[in-house]
């Protein structure tokens, strides 16, 4: 390009930049910083110091900035277009906020997941060690010390995540009334904290099935290690393999796997696992919109395309699901409050560990990780995103059964 062309492109540029910079400051006040890769700053709001700072690494990137999207934005960020400096939920809430309010309030890739994902096992198995089988030490550096990937349980608020995880697991074993001698299932059972506390201390023997080679790896040794063998075995197995009766099934965090359209047969398989008096608990991620389970909570874009689909059901889906396949919801809760501070607790040990995490799995990796924390922390306290507990039973059940 001759040296006059490049000077008026520039120049063309900064006139965008300054148009742009002008509408932020009035329409939002942020207190953003915004760094060209020519050196030059623009303040997105007043203030004696920006709470964050965003560094363009190229001109390329400002279309993106002018049509801003969470899926465009997330993108340029993990493809180290632009970088960031600030407090994880200072960048993220800054991200959503800097949209323009003419942005589509549904997002065309999560409309089109569902298509896209069939959940044939081997879509599950592809999906499921993409998003869990990063590295064992990857996720020992963010997560409490049982190794949970699922909300905590904060019955007062100030506990650290450790006591949050075990609350949560005592909590769930106690509300489906795990007793000794009982068959226990757990599917999506992660590195096997529920199921080694379902053994040792309530008396279960129990089977958890995953997916993830990793997991099973991690939670093999684990039960060995606890001295639970005789009462733990942990499977690398799809769920719809799994044979036999089990007086009790828990889903802890593997409910987004399952997908929309397989719902009817995911409650008939875990019908015909459960005993006549069995109990089934389900944690599930939902839609809150009620009308076409398709609403753009601020993570879905980035999800869809970089992690894995995010709650793609309205609960009203999962209790029709449940009911149409011979089951019943005898109690249901919402969980947010406690999924809010579960990941306000994993992306600040997250940012604590950033530079071991970068170490550990590179930087893109990191990237993808820090915006998908921050995204479901937020998505959670805005209540874009709906977690429930839902505890089933075979229809026709007496009162007198449920304890």
């Known amino acids: 390009m001759e040296p006059k062309e490049r000077k008026l492109l520039n ?27 020519s050196g030059k700053n623009f303040d997105l709001g007043t203030f004696k110091s920006p709470i964050v700072r965003i560094h363009v690494r190229d001109a390329s990137v400002l279309p993106l900035l002018f049509t801003a999207s969470v899926d465009s934005l997330s993108e340029a960020y993990v493809t180290e277009r632009i970088d960031v400096d600030g407090k994880l939920e200072d960048v993220i809430d800054a991200m959503y906020r800097m949209l323009p309010s003419s942005s589509p309030k549904r997002s065309s890739v999560r409309a089109g997941t569902s298509s896209r994902a069939d959940h044939s096992r081997q879509w599950d198995k592809t999906s499921t060690r993409y998003h869990h089988d990063v590295s064992n030490d990857f996720y020992k550096l963010w997560l409490d010390e049982r190794m949970v990937f699922s909300s905590g349980y904060f019955e007062s608020g100030d506990e650290t995540l450790d006591e949050a995880q075990l609350k949560k697991i005592d909590h769930v074993l106690r509300e489906i009334g795990v007793q000794p001698g009982h068959r226990l299932l757990d599917i999506g059972c992660g590195w096997g904290a529920l199921v ?9 023997r129990c089977v958890g099935v995953t997916l993830s080679e990793n997991q099973y790896q991690l939670a093999t040794e684990r039960v060995r290690a606890a001295g639970l063998s005789d009462r733990v075995e942990i499977r690398l197995e799809d769920y719809r393999d799994v044979r036999g009766t089990f007086e009790r099934v828990t889903n802890v965090g593997m409910f987004e796997h399952i997908g929309r359209d397989r719902l009817p047969s995911y409650f008939s398989k875990v019908r015909s696992l459960l ?12 839609n809150p919109d009620s009308d076409q389970g398709n609403t753009q909570a601020p993570r879905d874009e980035f999800i869809s395309r970089f992690m894995y689909p995010s709650g793609e059901h309205h609960i009203s889906l999962v209790t029709r699901a449940l009911q149409q396949s011979g089951l019943e919801a005898i109690d249901v809760k919402n969980l947010g409050r406690h999924c809010a501070t579960t990941l306000k607790h994993w992306a600040a040990r997250y940012e604590q560990h950033a530079d071991r995490i970068r170490q550990t799995v590179g930087e893109t990796k990191y990237r993808i990780w820090r915006v998908y924390l921050a995204g479901c922390a937020h998505a959670f306290s805005a209540g874009n995103a709906s977690p429930y507990q839902v505890v089933c039973r075979k229809a026709g059940g007496t009162a007198s059964m449920l304890g």
């Open 11 to 37: 120049r063309l540029m900064n006139l965008g930049i300054d148009t742009w910079v002008d509408g932020i400051r009035r329409s939002h006040n942020l207190p953003i910083q915004l760094s060209l890769w």
């Open 275 to 286: 005993a006549d008096d069995g109990m089934l608990i389900d944690h599930c991620i939902t």
């Open 196 to 204: 080694m506390r379902a053994a040792a201390t309530y008396g279960a």
